[in-house]
């Protein structure tokens, strides 16, 4: 089922069903469905969309729970989008202040939108046996965790002792987090502009230049941000920077670059570098470094190739630092993406260990004496992060792990490991030092 949203018209409810039985069903991405259904609905409606699409896949496995009690059997595939607005139907009565009788109503109007007329009749009946035995039936996943089951055996298996606080952060909202542009001016006197411009935050003990905003906002009411004054970029990822140890005169390679926060923030944290190159393989994701750069009014050398093939882009010259943030599973960043859950799988899991493994080798060659290579995943799964760098290590007797010494995280033998909170993502850490 592609994204059909001619079929929805402009109900916002059934262009939401559509784009989540789009995820659900085909394994496509919000990043991918949400502009374009976005653009079917009115202007005031694109943040209720966003907000039924977001909230739904955030709370789908107790959604889908809740569901499996109510109906007496599943639906067929070519009905997915009918089951699909239930779950945004039960969304709304659990998690939105709508009133309970027009979330019933409009839900029977969504499914006239989507030519299911027959549809109305079932999803009156469900939502209001949902409503008489609301009490009981949401006790019943008051424990559920959320979570596909693979994922949870996985999260269980790696950190038992944090586990619960795992679930809880991704099930969660992802919180909206500056980084202040230092080159142009100080974090305090980027946080009081934004006082002025009734935008309240507060600064963050883990990153020097991070400001959490209390409230989100959309990026044009953040002063200066068109000229550079900031970027949104979480906490976690803006731990990357400082742990390399920038000095001026360095050569520098970001790999796997895309969509290039963490180029922008090494070059605001050290201005005076020889050079930036900043390697990704897609070339529609690349422009997103291109522009970042631009609005930030800095320059790195921006390439698209395989940085796992420096054959086909590499001029010789050594690095004196390495950034590898390496494409993984962003099992740490589920808050942010709810997708995730449905779109990664277990099988998936071992390519990616397999790839980041081939990318470690390939550019590990590429170092300088002397110089270091920090690896970065937003994963939490040990099987990308310390299985990787075990193995690693172990076959380059040259490579020195270099201790991360941090009050945030967990110290891994061979780095670090921050957990999915509240207020940051989850990220892991390797410092790697070629003597």
């Not at 809740?66 to 009565?93: E, I, M």
């Not at 992802?174 to 974090?187: A, E, I, K, S, W």
């Not at 970001?254 to 050290?270: F, I, V, W, Y």
């Amino acid at each position: 089922m592609s994204l059909p949203t001619k079929t929805a018209g402009r109900n916002v409810r059934a262009c939401a069903a559509q784009v989540i039985a789009d995820v659900v069903r085909n394994g496509r991405s919000l990043a991918e469905l949400l502009p374009v259904a976005q653009v079917r609905v009115s202007d005031n409606e694109r943040g209720l969309l966003a907000e039924l699409c977001y909230g739904t896949l955030r709370q789908f496995f107790v959604l889908d729970a809740l569901a499996g009690h109510l109906l007496q059997k599943p639906p067929r595939d070519k009905d997915y989008d009918v089951h699909a607005l239930l779950l945004v139907g039960l969304y709304q009565l659990r998690h939105l202040r709508v009133a309970e009788h027009a979330v019933v109503n409009l839900t029977v109007d969504a499914a006239r939108a989507l030519k299911k007329d027959w549809a109305g009749k079932l999803l009156n009946g469900v939502l209001r046996n949902y409503l008489r035995q609301r009490e009981a039936l949401d006790a019943s996943v008051a424990q559920h965790h959320n979570h596909p089951e693979w994922l949870m055996r996985a999260i269980v298996a790696a950190w038992p002792a944090q586990a619960e606080g795992v679930f809880a952060a991704n099930n969660g909202r992802g919180g909206m987090t500056l980084r202040v542009n230092v080159l142009q001016q100080t974090v305090e006197d980027y946080q009081q502009q934004l006082s002025a411009a009734g935008i309240a935050s507060e600064a963050d003990a883990m990153a020097r230049a991070a400001l959490l905003l209390q409230q989100p906002v959309v990026v044009s009411e953040l002063p200066g941000f068109a000229a550079g004054a900031c970027s949104v970029q979480d906490v976690a990822a803006q731990l990357c920077a400082p742990l390399l140890q920038l000095q001026p005169g360095q050569r520098v390679l970001d790999a796997c670059c895309a969509p290039g926060g963490k180029t922008g923030h090494m070059l605001e944290t050290e201005p005076q570098l020889t050079e930036l190159v900043a390697v990704d393989n897609d070339e529609g994701r690349l422009q997103r470094v291109r522009d970042n750069l631009a609005r930030l009014q800095l320059d790195a050398t921006v390439l698209c190739a395989d940085a796992a093939q420096p054959s086909q882009w590499w001029d010789g010259k050594l690095f004196d630092r390495i950034l590898l943030d390496a494409p993984c599973s962003g099992s740490g960043v589920i808050r942010r993406h709810p997708d995730i859950k449905h779109l990664r799988r277990e099988s998936d899991i071992a390519p990616l260990a397999a790839r980041q493994r081939e990318l470690l080798d390939a550019l590990w060659p590429l170092l300088a004496p002397g110089g270091m290579l920090l690896y970065t995943t937003c994963s939490i799964l040990p099987q990308e992060n310390e299985h990787v760098l075990s193995a690693f290590v172990q076959a380059h007797d040259k490579a020195v792990v270099q201790p991360i010494a941090a009050d945030w995280g967990i110290a891994t033998p061979h780095g670090r490991q921050l957990l999915p909170a509240a207020g940051h993502d989850g990220f892991f850490y390797a410092l790697l030092r070629k003597p």
